[in-house]
């Protein structure tokens, strides 16, 4: 009986999943250089560094190569790209705080996640079934529904990006593109509660997380 050959380091780095990573950051990297000069490439090369995160996936499953470093690279892929585009729109946009707030909740919800998922001896971040939200595992059991809010949220900002000019407040920004027709104001609706629902995920993704770290520290103390 033939045992399965151990893969090595090399050919993990250069799983199909882990390439596609690879390019992602490429396209992030040239995207931001150029976000100033050209903002309508700088949003379509964004917004296909976003749509590989969901083909990097697909292909990980497709060619059994999911792999804890493709895991990390995408986190961190998705994570970077949204902090860089909420640093620049909190430059273009009054008041700077909420974007740099938003940046701060999804990398801070996020980094908690992660953690406790480690402390829980969990395999992977979106394993939630155990949680007592239902929005929460709704939001990571459902495919469908988490794309929608992750597109939504990706969405807003590059259409903020776009409609942006030199220090604008962001409610004046979306109130006239609003008024602007009935489909836009439908299309904009769509995407802020999107957006909305995701804030409101990382909101509970970081108290559960949380209260997951502080459990673990309790009963270590207890044990030991």
């Given at each position: 009986?033939?045992?399965?050959?151990?893969?090595?380091?090399?050919?993990?780095?250069?799983?199909?999943?882990?390439?596609?990573?690879?390019?992602?950051?490429?396209?992030?990297?040239?995207?931001?250089?150029?976000?100033?000069?050209?903002?309508?490439?700088?949003?379509?090369?964004?917004?296909?560094?976003?749509?590989?995160?969901?083909?990097?996936?697909?292909?990980?499953?497709?060619?059994?190569?999911?792999?804890?470093?493709?895991?990390?690279?995408?986190?961190?892929?998705?994570?970077?790209?949204?902090?860089?585009?909420?640093?620049?729109?909190?430059?273009?946009?009054?008041?700077?705080?909420?974007?740099?707030?938003?940046?701060?909740?999804?990398?801070?919800?996020?980094?908690?996640?992660?953690?406790?998922?480690?402390?829980?001896?969990?395999?992977?971040?979106?394993?939630v079934k155990d949680s007592?939200?239902?929005?929460?595992?709704?939001?990571?059991?459902?495919?469908?529904?988490?794309?929608?809010?992750?597109?939504?949220?990706?969405?807003?900002?590059?259409?903020?990006?776009?409609?942006?000019?030199?220090?604008?407040?962001?409610?004046?920004?979306?109130?006239?593109?609003?008024?602007?027709?009935?489909i836009s104001s439908a299309?904009?609706?769509?995407?802020?509660?999107?957006?909305?629902?995701?804030?409101?995920v990382n909101v509970i993704?970081?108290?559960?997380?949380?209260?997951?770290?502080?459990?673990?520290?309790?009963?270590?103390?207890?044990?030991?």
């Open positions: 009986m033939t045992s399965k050959s151990r893969p090595n380091t090399l050919s993990v780095y250069l799983y199909i999943p882990n390439i596609i990573g690879y390019i992602r950051v490429l396209l992030n990297c040239y995207a931001f250089a150029i976000c100033f000069t050209n903002k309508e490439l700088f949003s379509i090369l964004y917004f296909i560094s976003f749509v590989c995160d969901a083909l990097d996936g697909w292909f990980a499953r497709k060619f059994n190569q999911v792999s804890t470093f493709g895991a990390v690279l995408d986190m961190v892929t998705d994570r970077i790209s949204t902090a860089c585009l909420l640093v620049i729109l909190s430059q273009v946009y009054r008041p700077s705080f909420v974007f740099l707030s938003l940046l701060a909740l999804d990398i801070g919800s996020h980094w908690f996640q992660m953690y406790s998922t480690f402390l829980a001896g969990k395999s992977n971040h979106k394993d007592t939200s239902w929005l929460f595992k709704l939001y990571y059991g459902n495919r469908m529904f988490m794309g929608y809010c992750c597109v939504a949220c990706e969405l807003l900002y590059i259409t903020l990006f776009l409609l942006a000019k030199e220090s604008e407040k962001m409610t004046d920004v979306l109130m006239s593109a609003a008024k602007h027709s009935i299309l904009l609706a769509f995407l802020l509660f999107g957006w909305a629902t995701k804030q409101l993704q970081m108290k559960t997380a949380a209260d997951l770290c502080v459990l673990y520290d309790i009963n270590k103390k207890h044990n030991a």
